[in-house]
């Protein structure tokens, strides 16, 4: 080669972002926990008028893409989890049960990365991704037995935390922490480190500073009551936690000068704990938000609209890695979307509810749906529609919103729409919602004849889907009306 071209060659060189040069970028996962599509001010903000809530997530957002379209596998944090590190649904995982944890032999995206040469690290909140967090002796036994827990399980990454609490002044020190972590990967290695925060999941505390209640706009399928504004305003507070620990996080990797280096994600787990959301099937229970920022690669301040499943979080990373997805993962990779070629996505995401913490007679303990969504509708499977509803997390002594709701019902006070969504049983077997037209879900269209050709189809696709999975539940053709 000439000198000349050498000379102009490094010239070039020396001006491509890191990430370009490299094919195996740092790579740092960042969960938030019961956080869905409305409570980022990027996507939307209506719900607080006049606050700025999330400016640290909008600025990552105007540094990187912003996907208005992702949706968790289950509106349930273990089994989501387990799904985005699996590329895989919790139904073909065998993991629709609250904290069971996935087959030992079940490879994770961060097992592929370790074997080629990245250092791997879990910390924060990952929600029962090695079984419950506090088991009963002989289910703990069962799941060391099985290579799901402890040193068996830990040993598939090099630093491991199973909990670290993020509430409070324990905030303060998140920036640093992920520091911490960083600064002990060999040099010269390529790192992927998952951190999960625990806002804003319940346990909230009283204080919501600056967030007046009732100057927040409540969604039209929410009462219009004291307790629930009040309960929403403590939500909020939490999600401006959330942010400013997102902030403390992205500072410390421009302190350390790793930005351009390091494709950052930020995406919910699933849908937040208040009403028709986590638990639920309903689009606020696994409709998230989904930031990436990878300078030199993704082009700031793209908005996609392509449908995203949480499993393909799994081979996309991989795929950004320069590998192939594990045996038996199903997810699609959006890398292309990501370098803003041509991709033809997804037609359709699922998603499931099986077991959770609760009675077995009420849908916060026990429910068995499914749905499909397209880029237009939203189809829902109850597979025991005399489940009476109860939100998740929710019915507390000492909590007083959900109880607020009831006290009205049964007052006859509440109006005849949120009577019906809330406490009419059986609850419909199918539900259809035309979210162009209806995006909080309020008229069901299953069994109208005007909507019976797409109903039909989303009912095939569903059925096919439950065949691929090895589904227990009967399919939905073959459901008898």
């Not at 904290?99 to 924060?124: C, E, I, M």
């Not at 039209?220 to 999600?239: F, I, K, N």
Request: proline share 7%; with cysteine; glycine share 8%.
């Amino acid at each position: 080669m000439k000198p000349a071209t050498l000379a102009i060659l490094l010239f070039f060189a020396a001006l491509t972002p890191a990430s370009v040069l490299s094919a195996k970028p740092n790579i740092l996962l960042i969960l938030s926990d019961d956080h869905s599509v409305p409570h980022v001010g990027v996507y939307g903000g209506k719900n607080w008028p006049g606050l700025d809530l999330t400016p640290n997530l909008d600025a990552m957002a105007a540094d990187g893409i912003r996907f208005e379209r992702a949706y968790t596998a289950s509106p349930q944090c273990a089994p989501s989890r387990m799904a985005i590190f699996a590329g895989r649904s919790p139904v073909g995982l065998s993991v629709t049960r609250f904290t069971q944890p996935v087959r030992a032999d079940v490879p994770f995206f961060t097992d592929v990365l370790r074997k080629n040469g990245y250092w791997v690290g879990l910390d924060g909140r990952h929600q029962h991704l090695d079984g419950s967090g506090r088991p009963i002796p002989h289910v703990a036994e069962t799941y060391v037995e099985l290579g799901v827990r402890g040193k068996e399980f830990e040993s598939r990454f090099d630093h491991f935390i199973r909990y670290a609490d993020t509430k409070g002044k324990l905030l303060d020190g998140v920036g640093k922490k992920v520091g911490a972590v960083i600064d002990s990967v060999p040099e010269g290695k390529p790192w992927f480190l998952y951190f999960g925060f625990q806002q804003p999941h319940r346990r909230w505390g009283k204080d919501h500073e600056g967030i007046d209640p009732a100057k927040l706009a409540l969604p039209p399928d929410w009462p219009d009551l004291p307790e629930v504004r009040l309960d929403y305003a403590r939500y909020l507070a939490d999600v401006r936690d959330l942010d400013r620990g997102m902030g403390l996080i992205l500072e410390e990797l421009k302190t350390r000068q790793l930005e351009r280096e390091t494709m950052v994600i930020f995406m919910g787990d699933n849908g937040e704990a208040l009403l028709r959301g986590k638990g639920t099937l309903a689009t606020r229970g696994i409709h998230v938000p989904l930031l990436i920022r990878w300078p030199g690669i993704v082009k700031p301040g793209r908005i996609s609209d392509v449908l995203i499943s949480g499993v393909d979080l799994a081979p996309t990373i991989l795929a950004a890695a320069g590998l192939e997805a594990a045996e038996g993962m199903t997810g699609i990779s959006f890398l292309p979307e990501l370098e803003g070629k041509a991709f033809d996505g997804r037609q359709y995401t699922f998603a499931e509810r099986g077991w959770h913490w609760g009675p077995l007679t009420r849908s916060d303990g026990f429910d068995l749906q499914r749905s499909v969504t397209s880029q237009r509708y939203h189809y829902v499977y109850n597979a025991i529609p005399e489940r009476e509803y109860c939100p998740v997390d929710m019915d507390r002594p000492w909590l007083t919103a959900w109880k607020e709701v009831r006290d009205t019902n049964a007052e006859g006070n509440l109006s005849e729409l949120h009577q019906r969504l809330y406490f009419k049983l059986p609850r419909p077997i199918f539900e259809l919602y035309d979210l162009e037209k209806d995006p909080f879900q309020l008229n069901n269209l299953a069994g109208k004849k005007a909507a019976a050709e797409i109903e039909r189809e989303l009912r095939i696709q569903m059925d096919r889907w439950m065949v691929r999975e090895s589904d227990y539940l009967p399919l939905p053709s073959h459901v008898r009306r």
